[in-house]
């Protein structure tokens, strides 16, 4: 296992971390994610350990909570090892106020989330999504008040856009307050928006990739084909829609070229798959997410090689999409605008 710079921070995370959305199964959508329990998760995080992962992700959302109490039990004794992301932002009550960056309800939502997973301090704190009623100074602020306090060590955000990011870390540097150094994103081999701004923004600003649903929302699992029923057990039967849209013919295309290259390789699909995420700019760690021990071993074993350079032309080709505007423009004038990575020739 590899371990990575977060971004512009001297902390490092390896270069696969482990996603506890399948912990608890606390409502119909998180059951059809999974429903690890506290026994099941220290077995998991026994083998992420023994890997060499260091760096586990939850969220107060997840579960209503669930997530962070099974992870924090299921870490017992063994905190000093390890480095704990969670996040808040979205809402986890009816009031007006159980939503959102506001300072009111990050502070709440850091302290409920400290205590379920019995811990005095979060390494990664996320903020899961922008809200753009609270001012960015506000959010800011409390996120530095945080850190300085020592019950947040780094601050990162989810599934912002470029210039939500921008604006935050230009009003971080202008107080000089503490600043994102990661941002947890979607990005897949059938989803590749993540290049076309926040890629280069992240490069430019030194703000490290954490990515979530590498597998495209459980799709590159070798499970889902062209002409092939859902398997039985799969999060797709429910929440297909709920997560990244994605049209059925582009996930067949680039499952294809995903076959074909465990032919070459002896490699499984979604192993090629975060395999391909790993060697692209920006990624400081791959957030797997696995339903069981065999799920999780596997996908561990995404590291310690590499595709070769034409593999990874043949992956890009095949899952390259037109980009929306202004970015399809911007590919008339590489010269002066070059690219993270340079367009494939769609297959
Ligand atoms: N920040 C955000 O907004 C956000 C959003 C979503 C997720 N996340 C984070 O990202 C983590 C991972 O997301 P994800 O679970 O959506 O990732 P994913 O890699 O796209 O999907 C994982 C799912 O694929 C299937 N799978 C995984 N490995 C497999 C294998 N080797 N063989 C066959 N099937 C396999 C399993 O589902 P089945 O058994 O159902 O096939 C598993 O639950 C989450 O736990 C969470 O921490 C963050």
Redesign the pocket.
Known sequence: MEYRQLGHSGLMVSELSF????FGGGSEFFR???NTSVEEAKRLIDICLEAGLNLF???DI?SHGLSEEILGKALEGKRQSVLIST?TTFRLGKGPNDVGSSRHHILRACEASLRRLGTDYIDIY?M??FDALTPVEETLATLDTLVRSGKVRYIAC??FSGWHLMKSLAISERYGWARYVGH?V?Y?LVGRDYEWELMPLGLDQRVGALV????????????IRRGQPL?E????HKTADL?PPVAPEYVYKVVDALDAIAQETGK?V?QIALNWLLRRPTVSSV??????E??LR??LAAVGWKLTPEQMTKLDSASELVPAYPYWHQRGFLERIPLPVPPAKPS
């Not at 979530?212 to 499970?223: A, H, M, Q, V, Y």
């Not at 057990?233 to 797709?236: A, F, G, K, T």
């Not at 957030?287 to 069981?292: E, K, M, W, Y």
């Open positions: 996603g506890t959305g399948t059809a994610w999974g992700d939850t969220a997840y996040k996320h899961h999504c989810s599934n947890q979607y897949s979530w649903s590498p597998l495209g929302w459980g799709r590159l699992t070798g499970k398997p057990q799969s999060r797709l997560g499984s979604p957030i797997i997410g696995a339903r069981n065999e799920q596997q996908n």
